[in-house]
């Protein structure tokens, strides 16, 4: 396999795309550690940071790192527009032969970079970096991790690799397929995995985080899990329609008791109590049911709108760039 993009001689091997939002205690260490790693290999390779609205000072912070180092290229978003679309401006910025998403908090380590490009070497498209441990984090959220995987996993009609983040080695057309995706709300794990290609995996633990605070709560992590379920399973809608189904099959049934009831032992008056509870376990449903569907046509309003995924307020890059 070709070490250098066919395309373009000048254009790096490696592309590190890292999206920032509030890293600038991990700015520093990261860049350090890539550098070591990618230079001790003797590889080409940018660093294409992408600033998603930082309210510290990590776009100075990226500033100067590009000033010493022009393999460094960043790009300030004009607000704060979330992960997934930060990291697809980084993408799209990417010239590499190879492009690598990390996360700026070090809980990837950049020291397997070089695995992920041997398995690429040996002709693999796509390489999952899969967590074996996660350091550093609540029971809880390893527990609630684990069941969002298998979860989406028995919804969906793709396979999404479990306990494996967005960390992963994507080869040239495999990036150029994903940017063929054009939906405004992206679940990136689900799309990586979509696109298909030949897939290798490579095992790591998993750090803590380095520095900092991750602004990941578990009310973003609830959303993000009904985004993943929602943008790759139609199956909540069935669910809902089968629902009614079964409660109007059972309301027949109730009907038909009621009747024979009538016929043979004469009209006995329900109780207040069973009727309000009908009512409300059928509205409950009715509600449910409107829910369910009111996210799917929300996301058909977003798409609709056609709005760009993101805007790039400014950038530094090399003259090449």
């Avoid at 704060?80 to 809980?107: C, H, W, Y």
């Avoid at 939906?183 to 897939?199: A, C, D």
């Amino acid at each position: 396999m070709s070490l250098e993009n066919p395309d373009d001689a000048e254009s790096p091997l490696v592309s590190i795309v890292v999206p920032c939002h509030n890293e600038e205690d991990n700015l520093a260490l990261l860049y350090e550690r890539m550098r070591d790693v990618l230079d001790g290999q003797g590889l080409s390779w940018e660093m294409v940071c992408v600033n998603d609205g930082s309210k510290d000072s990590t776009l100075a912070k990226l500033i100067a790192m590009q000033q010493m180092d022009p393999r460094v290229r960043v790009f300030d978003l004009s607000r704060n527009f979330g992960k997934e679309a930060a990291m697809t401006a980084g993408l799209d910025q990417a010239r590499g032969s190879v492009t690598i998403p990390i996360d700026a908090d070090l809980q990837d380590p950049p020291e397997l970079i070089p695995a992920l490009i041997a398995k690429w070497r040996e002709g693999y498209e796509v390489v999952n970096a899969v967590r074996e441990a996660r350091d550093g984090e609540s029971w809880v959220k390893r527990s609630t991790a684990h069941l969002f995987y298998r979860i989406i996993n028995g919804l969906s009609d793709i396979e999404i690799p479990r306990d494996t983040g967005d960390f992963r080695l994507l080869s040239r057309p495999a990036l150029e397929a994903l940017r063929q995706m054009p939906e405004r709300r992206r679940f990136m794990k689900g799309m990586f995995v979509w696109v298909g290609f030949r897939t290798a995996t490579v095992t790591y633990r998993r750090a803590g985080r380095h520095a900092g605070r991750t602004s990941w709560n578990y009310w973003r992590l609830w959303n993000f899990a009904l985004e993943g379920i929602t943008s790759f399973s139609q199956v909540p809608l069935r669910l809902a329609s089968y629902l009614g189904l079964i409660t109007a099959f059972l309301s027949m049934l109730y009907g038909s008791f009621l009747i024979v009831r009538t016929i043979f032992f004469g009209n006995q008056v329900s109780g207040y109590p069973s009727i309000m509870v009908a009512v409300l376990f059928l509205g409950g449903i009715q509600l449910m049911a409107l829910g369910v569907i009111g996210e799917y046509v929300g996301r058909i309003y977003e798409e609709t709108k056609s709005r760009p995924l993101y805007l790039i307020r400014q950038s530094w890059s090399d003259p090449a760039g």
